[in-house]
C-alpha cells in the first residue's frame, strides 16, 4: 500500500469515528435532559460543530488492538469526547479565546445572545456569557459519567470495569489534566525563559498526554473485558498514547505559531499574546539575543500586540531554528512510543494507531 493509500485508510477510519459518534451524542435522550435551551445549545455547540474525534478514536482502536469489539466501546468513546469538550469550554474562558475550530467559542457566542436577545452590556453580557460557559461544562461533565455507565447498561461490561474507568477518568486523568492547565497559567507569570523545557514538557504530559493515556488504557480495558490495569497490553497502549499525546500538544504549539488560520481554526500569534510557555517560545529565547530578545518581550503576554510586532516576533522564532528544535522532539516522542506497539498482535487496530502517531506530527490543524 503507497503512503497516501494508508494515510487515506487513517482518514477513512478517523471520519467513521465521527459518523459513528456525532449522531450519537446528539440523541434526543441526551439533549432533552438539558435544560433551559441556553444550556442545551451551548452544551452541544461544540459537538454539533463537529471535531476530528482523536481521543475517542484512540479508545475504540485500543479496544481494537487487544481483541475486543469497538463498537462495544462507543459509550466509552462519546463519554471521552464529552469530557474533553467540557474541557475546551472551561480552556477558552481561561485563555480568552474568542474562537474555537474556526468559530466562535462557547462564552462568546452567549455574550452576544445577552446582548441581542436580554439586552444586557459591558460586564453584565461577559459575565452571561462566561457563566453560561462554566454551567455548560459542569453539565458535559455530568454528561461524561452517566455515557461511561451504559458500558454496563447497554453493552454488558461487568461492572468492576465500567466503575474502574470513571475512577481513572474522573480521578488521576482529570486532577492531572487540571493541574497541567494551572502550571499552563502559573508559567505565563514568570520570566519569559522560564521555567525550563522540561518542566514545559511535563506540564505538556498532564495537560494533553493523560487525557491520550487514558484512551488507550480504558479502550484496552473494555477490550479484555477485566480490569487488568498491570496487564502489559494495556501498560503499553497507556504509555504509547501518552508519549504522542505529549507529541501531539508540541505540534499544535507549533501550529499555533506558523499554522493556517484559515485550516486551524485559531488566529495566529494568540498563545504568544497570552503568554504561553510553549517549547517554541522557550528554545527561541535560549538562542536570542539582547535585540531579538526585546522583540519577543514585547509580544508575550501583551494582549494588545499588534500585528507586525507577531510576525516580527515569529520570524524571531523561525529564524532561530525553534520550530524544527521541537518538532524533532515530537518526531523523538513518536520513534521511542512506536516500539511499544510490538507488544500487541498484528492487526487493523494496531496498524491505525502507528498511522495516528504519524498524523500527530505531519498533521497541519
Keep these: 500500500m503507497s503512503p497516501s493509500d494508508t494515510r487515506q485508510t487513517f482518514l477513512d477510519e478517523l471520519n467513521r469515528c465521527v459518523d459513528l459518534l456525532t449522531p450519537y451524542l446528539l440523541r434526543k435522550s441526551y439533549t432533552s435532559r438539558f435544560r433551559p435551551g441556553d444550556i442545551r445549545n451551548a452544551a452541544t455547540m461544540y459537538v454539533a460543530g463537529g471535531g476530528k474525534r482523536l481521543r475517542p478514536a484512540i479508545l475504540l482502536w485500543s479496544c481494537g488492538a487487544v481483541g475486543g469489539d469497538p463498537d462495544r466501546a462507543l459509550p466509552a468513546a462519546a463519554a471521552v469526547e464529552i469530557f474533553h469538550t467540557w474541557t475546551l469550554v472551561h480552556d477558552d474562558i481561561i485563555d480568552r479565546d474568542d474562537m474555537r475550530r474556526g468559530g466562535e467559542s462557547v462564552h462568546v457566542r452567549f455574550r452576544k445572545r445577552a446582548r441581542e436577545t436580554y439586552r444586557l452590556g459591558g460586564e453584565d453580557a461577559d459575565h452571561y456569557g462566561m457563566s453560561v460557559a462554566i454551567l455548560a461544562g459542569d453539565v458535559q461533565h455530568g454528561w461524561n459519567v452517566s455515557m461511561l455507565t451504559e458500558l454496563t447498561r447497554e453493552q454488558g461490561l461487568p461492572a468492576e470495569v465500567t466503575l474502574a474507568l470513571i475512577r481513572e477518568l474522573n480521578d488521576r486523568t482529570l486532577n492531572r489534566l487540571i493541574e497541567g492547565e494551572l502550571l499552563d497559567l502559573q508559567y505565563t507569570r514568570l520570566p519569559v525563559g522560564e521555567p525550563d523545557s522540561a518542566a514545559v514538557e511535563e506540564m505538556l504530559r498532564k495537560k494533553t498526554g493523560e487525557l491520550y493515556r487514558f484512551c488507550a488504557w480504558?479502550?484496552?480495558?473494555?477490550?479484555?473485558?477485566?480490569?487488568?490495569?498491570?496487564?502489559?497490553?494495556?501498560?503499553?497502549?497507556?504509555?504509547?498514547?501518552?508519549?504522542?499525546?505529549?507529541?501531539?500538544?508540541?505540534?499544535?504549539?507549533?501550529?499555533?505559531?506558523?499554522?493556517?488560520?484559515?485550516?486551524?481554526?485559531?488566529?495566529?500569534?494568540?498563545?504568544?499574546?497570552?503568554?504561553?510557555?510553549?517549547?517554541?517560545?522557550?528554545?527561541?529565547w535560549l538562542r536570542a539575543d539582547d535585540s531579538q530578545r526585546e522583540t519577543l518581550q514585547a509580544v508575550v503576554g501583551n494582549p494588545n500586540a499588534g500585528e507586525k510586532q507577531v510576525a516580527d516576533a515569529t520570524s524571531i522564532v523561525v529564524e532561530l531554528g525553534a520550530v524544527e528544535i521541537v518538532r524533532e522532539r515530537a518526531m523523538k516522542l513518536i520513534r521511542n512510543a512506536l516500539p511499544k506497539l510490538e507488544q500487541l498482535q498484528p492487526s487493523h487496530w494496531r496498524d491505525l494507531l502507528g498511522l495516528w502517531a504519524d498524523f500527530m506530527i505531519q498533521r497541519q490543524v
Design 218 to 284: 480504558g479502550g484496552a480495558q473494555i477490550g479484555l473485558g477485566r480490569n487488568l490495569p498491570e496487564d502489559p497490553r494495556v501498560l503499553a497502549l497507556s504509555d504509547f498514547a501518552l508519549e504522542c499525546g505529549v507529541a501531539f500538544q508540541m505540534q499544535d504549539d507549533v501550529l499555533g505559531l506558523i499554522g493556517d488560520p484559515n485550516v486551524t481554526g485559531k488566529p495566529v500569534g494568540n498563545d504568544l499574546r497570552e503568554g504561553k510557555r510553549t517549547l517554541v517560545l522557550h528554545e527561541a
